[in-house]
């Protein structure tokens, strides 16, 4: 069972070479003896299962942000312990009407502010590969679930590289699609206006078909637009006429030598599948990590004001000070260190006298961001970059220094602040660890992506079974 794909899955059980129940009930056990502390919850018994829906009742790791009715629905954090919503997120119970069943709720960094998931108020995540070092984050229990095999597949969210970075150092495929492709109703908010859901996934092929049923304009969530057209599975086989564009400022200075050169060799291997490759410029992208920095801590500012310990969640015993002391009191001990760092940012950011100077200034350069992507689309089918500057760094290495951690998404947050779809998929090793190669392409080009991913990915031949083996 372990070493079938979701979708080989899926078939398996609907010929009836594959009892539902029983596979469920496998990666059931795996999850309740995970030792990677990648859930936070795991389901107790067996669901009722649909064999002959799209996923045929294949089990789906959750991360924690995603609200489910009845489950414990945290976002990582002491503030929301315990919490569980009287409603499911559209994305989730898109999953469950394909068939989807609810495996376990995933561990992230606190409101999906981290590259390491070392903040979340559960204990930091291990990296399947080496538990001596972290799987990335926000989302790193999804990433980690799936490289350990204790679920076939997962979703989880991109801000500013939360899927695409975890998935490169944990040694899968991650897909943050075009922003508004899928209704974040129901995701807990950290930046709403680059807050997206993904998928973790083995390959490819699984990715398209699990993004495939969460797609869709939702009343809930008014900036949710859907595809143009429906996600297919990838067949491409090679590259023939893809035009691929190296962005100088994402692929050299500040790159591991052995993530280069694993980059190198693929741009290469791109290159015997057909497609042309030459370096370009995104000129503004150096200035993507302080746009980010301040934009996204601006929005987190605002969206977590509402936990104030009044309407749900923790809330300080014996506070003092009447209300205003029992807002202080719970915030201080609710939220943890990183959490409170990015609130003060963006408070400051937002605050009077200031904000023309670092959020509106912020701003604009997400705009030139979004305009050095559309002026690259003129000559280019996709960009691509290494998705993450290093291999999985060891476990407290950059806990200390807050702008160490933040480098971590130099090349993914560019991608976020334009609202465009990326995906990282394994391309080799680096010092016995996995690295990722990253393609970018143009809003709404889902399908050509996962076409040029699949190609190279079947060149590529990676192994990923190192990290249950």
């Known amino acids: 069972m372990i070493g079938l794909t979701a979708a080989q899955a899926a078939a398996a059980i609907k010929s009836g070479d594959l009892d539902a129940a029983e596979y469920f009930d496998f990666y059931r056990r795996r999850a309740a003896d995970d030792a990677l502390n990648a859930y936070t919850w795991v389901a107790e018994q067996t669901p009722e299962l649909d064999p002959d829906s799209a996923f045929a009742g294949v089990p789906i790791a959750i991360k924690d942000l995603f609200c489910t009715e009845g489950v414990p629905s945290q976002a990582g954090s002491k503030i929301l312990e315990g919490y569980r919503p009287p409603y499911t997120a559209t994305s989730v119970r898109r999953l469950k009407e394909a068939g989807g069943t609810l495996l376990g709720k995933t561990n992230q960094d606190e409101f999906a502010m981290g590259s390491s998931t070392e903040n979340s108020a559960y204990g930091p995540t291990l990296n399947p590969w080496d538990t001596t070092r972290v799987p990335g984050g926000s989302s790193g229990g999804s990433a980690a679930s799936v490289a350990a095999a204790t679920a076939p597949w997962s979703i989880g969210t991109d801000t500013g590289g939360s899927i695409r970075q975890p998935a ?3 040694g899968i495929v991650g897909l943050k699609p075009t922003y508004g492709a899928i209704s974040r109703y129901g995701m807990i908010a950290f930046a709403s206006s680059l807050d997206q859901a993904g998928t973790f996934t083995r390959d490819v092929t699984d990715a398209a078909l699990l993004l495939s049923a969460m797609v869709g304009p939702d009343p809930c969530d008014s900036t949710s637009i859907g595809l143009p057209e429906p996600i297919k599975p990838p067949t491409a086989r090679d590259l023939k006429g893809i035009r691929l564009g190296v962005p100088e400022e994402l692929s050299g200075e500040g790159i591991e030598p ?7 060799e693929t741009l290469e291997l791109a290159r015997r599948l057909g497609a042309t ?16 920095y301040l934009i996204a801590p601006a929005e987190c500012s605002s969206n977590l004001a509402r936990y104030d310990g009044v309407r749900f969640g923790f809330r300080a015993k014996d506070a003092k000070g009447g209300l205003l002391g029992m807002y202080t009191a719970t915030r201080e001990q609710g939220f943890g260190p990183e959490v409170k760092r990015r609130i003060m940012l963006g408070t400051y950011a937002l605050s009077s006298g200031y904000y023309d100077a670092y959020y ?25 970059t290494p998705t993450a500057p290093s291999v999985a760094f060891e476990l407290g290495a950059k806990t200390a220094d807050p702008l160490a951690m933040y480098v971590n998404d130099v090349c993914t947050v560019p991608m976020s602040l334009a609202g465009i779809p990326g995906i990282s998929i394994p391309n080799g090793l680096s010092e016995g660890l996995p690295v990722g190669f990253q ?13 040029a991913a699949f190609a190279l990915e079947q060149a590529i031949g990676f192994d990923g079974s190192g990290a249950y083996a």
Request: with cysteine; hydrophobic share 45%; net charge negative.
């Open 168 to 170: 490169a150092l944990t």
């Open 360 to 384: 509106g200034r912020a701003q604009k350069v997400r705009t030139l961001i979004a305009q050095d992507f559309a002026t690259a689309w003129e000559k280019f089918d996709f960009i691509v």
């Open 439 to 451: 393609l970018a392409g143009p809003a709404f080009s889902e399908n050509c992506l996962l076409d």
């Open 277 to 292: 490759v030459e370096t370009t410029h995104l000129p503004h992208s150096p200035h993507g990590l302080a746009a980010y």
């Open 258 to 264: 052995g993530v280069l050169e694993a980059f190198h």
